[in-house]
């Protein structure tokens, strides 16, 4: 779960190199989404969220 | 500003992003120190940075594009200035080992930084967003071509790396050993003690 953010990465450099802009950021979007999941489910206690 | 000359500084950009990543694998591989979660997610808006770069190195620079790599750095920043947080306290300890005076996590906060500020610095120069002249080039070649290769291994090389040190769920806070080779049958660290 941790990996999801470099993978969704890696892929969207591969679109990237392939010149397909929207791609790329539909996979920058997923990444930074992959991020916030993440700190999410790691760190409420240091963010002070009581769920 | 040209397109082409800031083509040319967001390779470099993308370059330095990739030297960023490979000291924090040397840390890893050659002093031993596995990245905790929090380094993880900086490592992750690292990347997530360099891909907004990477689109300006391989199409053509925009103010979007410029866009991700700031609001990737916003999430990477906080990320990092919590772990300084965490230890900026007297008597609160340290994670990993300290460089020039800081640990890995004030550089990275401080990158972060520099990331946000030469963007927005970038974003001054409009010239570099009209239309080109001469068409842009299909293929990337020379140096962008080294940059976004070598961003490409290390995005790759982080997942891997990852997967190996967190298997598919969530990493322990104080990670010591890569979860997926412990886990590997005949390794023995699963099995029950032996009886006495």
Excluded: K
């Amino acid at each position: 779960m941790m990996a999801l953010p470099f993978l969704f990465a890696f892929l969207a450099v591969l679109t990237a190199w392939r010149q397909w802009r929207g791609a790329t950021i539909g996979l920058w979007t997923l990444t930074v989404l992959a991020m916030l999941v993440l700190i999410r489910f790691h760190f409420t206690d240091a963010l002070n969220i009581d769920l | 500003m040209s397109p082409a000359l800031a083509r040319t500084l967001n390779a470099l950009g993308l370059i330095a992003i990739s030297v960023v990543l490979l000291a924090a694998f040397a840390e890893q591989f050659i002093n031993g120190e596995l990245p905790c979660p929090l380094c993880l997610l900086q490592r992750a808006g690292f990347v997530a940075a360099g891909l907004g770069i990477a689109l300006n190195v391989a199409i053509e620079p925009r103010p979007a594009h410029y866009a991700m790599a700031i609001v990737s750095a916003i999430v990477g920043a906080a990320v990092s200035l919590r772990q300084v947080a965490l230890h900026v306290v007297p008597g609160t300890g340290a994670y990993g080992s300290a460089f020039l005076g800081f640990h890995f996590y004030t550089w990275a906060f401080i990158v972060f930084a520099l990331i946000i500020l030469g963007c927005a610095a970038m974003l001054f120069f409009e010239r570099q967003f009209e239309p080109e002249l001469a068409p842009r080039p299909v293929r990337l070649a020379g140096m962008s071509l080294i940059a976004v290769a070598l961003f490409a291994v290390l995005a790759l090389g982080n997942g891997v790396s990852t997967l190996a040190e967190c298997e598919l769920g969530l990493c322990p806070d104080n990670p010591t050993s890569y979860m997926l080779f412990d886990s590997a049958p005949g390794n023995g660290s699963d099995s029950a003690p032996a009886a006495q």
